[in-house]
């Protein structure tokens, strides 16, 4: 399997379930969706390498299903024929407490061992 023979609505689909509440409290989901050594920079500065990413996921609140952003603008960039460049905007509507919040959005997955997994991501909260 190779970027080739693959549809980007997979990307989108392995992108939204990261937004998931029930992926997002699942150690094993969160695991199953990320390379080894998959890294982040965060939207607050912060850097996360898989072990602490996967802990402050599985320590969040879970999120109203309905409340998952809106995704904008999605883009699938070939890089190898293993790895792919994703791209797009994230709007999580205002529930009346929290504001809007509109986030750039980049991550690379990479086919490993016949399974797309996401190897790094950068989200820019976009002022």
Do not use: C
């Not at 990320?34 to 999120?63: C, H, R, W």
């Not at 603008?73 to 190898?80: A, E, G, L, P």
């Amino acid at each position: 399997m190779t970027v080739d023979r693959i549809d980007g609505e997979v990307f989108r689909r392995l992108e939204q379930d990261l937004h998931r509440s029930e992926v997002r409290s699942s150690r094993a989901a969160v695991s199953a969706l990320l390379t080894d050594d998959f890294m982040e920079f965060g939207s607050s500065g912060k850097v996360y390498n898989k072990a602490a990413i996967i802990d402050a996921l599985v320590q969040e609140a879970p999120s109203d299903p309905a409340a998952l952003p809106e995704i904008y603008d999605f883009t699938v960039k070939s890089i190898t024929a293993e790895a792919v460049l994703v791209l797009y905007r994230s709007v999580r509507r205002s529930d009346g407490v929290t504001p809007e919040r509109q986030t750039l959005r980049s991550s690379i997955w990479k086919l490993v061992d016949g399974r797309w997994q996401m190897f790094f991501h950068q989200g820019t909260i976009v002022p």
